[in-house]
């Protein structure tokens, strides 16, 4: 049974750093297009960072120069490497990827999500 778990959230000062990670377990044969989501409170889920297949990654207006999203594919986990921290980023922070997962003799590509990870920016 393919998961995905993230880790990494927690609570932490404006101008800090955190690393979340979103690690894909089960038959996995590859993480396909794999993306960050954050949504605050009384907010729509909005897309954060992604790096499509074949492309380089894309962020967010309001992260750009200080969220780097990474994948490392023999472990099979995907990175959000999060600095200078604001208040405005604290949400629950999701991430999603259409994974090929392979059963015997049957390959399946199925959109996939975490259950998430909170982030707190305060002091």
């Known amino acids: 049974q393919v998961q995905l778990v993230e880790s990494g959230g927690g609570k932490v000062q404006p101008g800090g750093f955190l690393r979340l990670s979103c690690a894909a377990s089960?038959?996995?044969?590859?993480?396909?297009?794999p993306a960050w989501y954050r949504q605050a409170p009384g907010r729509q889920r909005e897309l954060v960072a992604t790096?499509?297949?074949?492309?380089?990654?894309n962020y967010a207006d309001s992260v750009k120069g200080r969220f780097t999203i990474s994948r490392d594919n023999a472990k099979n986990t995907v990175y959000l490497q999060m600095t200078s921290l604001k208040p405005e980023d604290t949400a629950d922070y999701y991430c999603?990827?259409?994974?090929?997962?392979?059963?015997?003799?049957?390959?399946?590509?199925?959109?996939?999500w975490g259950q998430g990870t909170q982030v707190t920016v305060s002091s």
């Open positions: 999603s990827a259409w994974i090929t997962s392979r059963s015997g003799a049957v390959i399946t590509r199925k959109e996939y």
């Open positions: 089960g038959s996995v044969t590859w993480i396909g297009s």
């Open positions: 790096i499509p297949d074949g492309a380089a990654p």
